[in-house]
């Protein structure tokens, strides 16, 4: 027999208390994955929005609860392109519609058609639509395909019918699953004539990109510029509060599974008081004594945590087929998820189990032969 | 603890030594000394205090007047290194055995040599003391389905796992037939041909007639 053999003939002593505290830490592992792997994703697909129009700077309305409802009005826009640095400043509006059951959230991207080579807009078949076209439609080409309409095929948006004049492809792979649509025609279907969401701007080769943005920024109070994503994370009140619920949700997560824990192992202590003075009486130190509960504490979490990713996986799958995140929520795994849930599970058994070890270590030998 | 000569002195020396719970004298002072390789049996009434001494003199509890020492080592207040005494120099089979429940015959063996011997001699040291105390059939059940005698043996096995110079053994033969009485008696006589001590507590007559020296102690004296 071994010390970790011993340790494993513990747990298996009591399958169904080590099965239960393992799934107290699988439920907070999974929270943890899922809430992450959302965060991560979510911001990830937003922040998408920023590279699509290949720009060094993108200009959102300050404090907006939705990037997507940022409003910004094209004399702005076209001020921001006389900035000195500035190169080209190009608006676009977005909107968002639902086309059918399997596509409950399109992103309409509102682009005059001169500005779509600068925006990095690629067309792939067919043509641009003209410059204030009301039935005239561009398709990325991976929505094209997922509705299985071509050049010159109708489509129907919202109670309105196009005609689809070509197929475009963007930098971003999010820019291909959406459609375009003249600036003023969608300005005209979300009445916010002379609006756009957000300018793309490039600057001029030699400038540097802060001292523009400085300047833009100074220019125009009402508006944000942003350079990073992280700069869109602060620009987003929606991201923040996402950011915020998965820290939340993290530690309320833990605690949990700390409360797990703990439950278990003082429950095991006070049943096995005697049995920590026996190893006591016959020479063990304290340190082997808590090395003992703790090791049997983090075998189980470790167990608990491998669990907690496949549910946490499973989850994601759910969430994934939940109609209000459907077509915005693609998962993003990064590799440090198996680590960040070992963490958990390590830490969580530490923390659960040190009080009920300490106490173990405590045990007076004579306790051993004490009569009950 | 003080770490005297191995070579000299006694095995165990008590010299005023006694316990008392509250109002209750566990054991009154008693003044006792066993030489290396000698195998001393304990008799007294039952309560006077023979468990109570074993304790002390295993560093399981401190003795509340007079000094201990065994194996060289100095017990009682700011003695140090007690996990290195309770584990390697002196061994207890005790009155009521405290095998752990869940372990088997083997693993309770070998959980007293955890961390002192390695894995090979870990198992070799059981085989070898669970053959000798004619337990090998039995070696991979659990206490609570072995017979009282085979849990005595059991915990007999143990307290010799690290060879520890001195035996502190508590009624080892009080549930014993006379066949198992015998190996572990004849064990015990080998233990000390080859230097060991072994202190036996013991109404058994099997055991006090097999012994060096009788020591009997008397009643504690209530309130004392
Ligand atoms: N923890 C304790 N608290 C209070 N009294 C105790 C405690 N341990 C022992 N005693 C008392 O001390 C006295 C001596 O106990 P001990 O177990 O040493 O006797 P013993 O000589 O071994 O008896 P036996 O032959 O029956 O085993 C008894 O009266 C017992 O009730
Ligand atoms: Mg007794």
Known sequence: ?372 | MSRGNHNDGPAIEARGVSKRYGRTVALAPIDLSVARGEFVVLVGPSGCGKSTLVNMLGALERSDTGVIEVAGHRLGRGARHLNHFRRMEVGIAFQLHNLIPRLTARENVQAAMLGAARRRDRVERSEELLDALDLTARANDRPPTLSGGERQRVAIARALANKPPVILADEPTGSLDDDAAELVIDIFKEWCLEGGTVLAVSHDPRLSSAGDRVVTIPVAAEGG
Request: no cysteine; net charge negative; glycine share 10%.
């Open chain 1, 1 to 372: 027999m071994t010390f970790i053999g011993l340790i494993l003939r513990n747990i298996r002593a009591r399958p169904l208390r080590s099965a239960l505290t393992a799934l107290a830490v699988a439920i907070g592992v999974m929270a943890v994955v899922a809430l992450g792997v959302l965060t991560d994703s979510l911001n990830h697909t937003a922040t998408q929005i920023l590279e699509i129009g290949e720009a060094d700077l993108t200009i959102s309305q300050k404090n907006t609860d939705d990037i997507i409802n940022s409003t910004i009005s094209q004399e702005d826009i076209a001020k921001i392109g006389q900035v000195p640095g500035v190169r080209r400043a190009v608006g676009a509006l977005l909107g968002t519609d639902a086309y059918d059951d399997q596509h409950p959230l399109v992103i309409e991207v509102g682009l005059a058609p001169e500005d779509q080579a600068p925006f990095g807009v690629n067309i792939l078949e067919g043509r641009s639509y003209g410059t204030d076209a009301a039935n005239e439609i561009m398709l990325g080409y991976v929505f094209a395909s997922s509705v299985g309409k071509r050049v010159g095929d109708q489509i129907t948006i919202d109670d309105n019918t196009y005609t689809v004049t070509g197929l475009y492809s963007t930098n971003v792979s999010f820019g291909n699953s959406t459609v375009m649509m003249p600036l003023s025609h969608l300005q005209g279907l979300n009445r916010l004539d002379g609006q756009v969401s957000l300018g793309f701007v490039q600057v001029d080769k030699g400038a540097r990109v802060e001292t523009v943005g400085k300047a833009i920024d100074e220019a125009f109070p009402q508006l944000a510029t942003i350079a990073t994503a992280s700069d869109f994370g602060r620009a987003d009140r929606n991201l923040m509060l996402i950011g915020a619920a998965n820290t939340g949700g993290s530690i309320l997560a833990a605690l949990i599974a700390i409360t797990g824990v703990l439950n278990t192992s003082l429950l095991s202590f006070f049943e096995r008081i005697r049995e920590f003075g026996i190893y006591r009486s016959i020479g063990w130190s304290r340190r082997r004594v808590i090395a003992l509960v703790i090791g049997e504490a983090v075998v189980v979490s470790v167990v608990g945590a491998a669990l907690g990713v496949a549910l946490g996986w499973g989850a994601i799958n759910v969430l994934q087929q939940l109609d209000q995140l459907r077509g915005i929520f693609q998962p993003i795994y990064k590799a440090d998820i198996f680590t960040r849930s070992l963490s958990f599970g390590l830490t969580v058994a530490f923390l659960g189990a040190l009080y009920p070890a300490l106490r173990a270590a405590l045990v007076a030998p004579i306790t051993a032969v004490r009569r009950e």
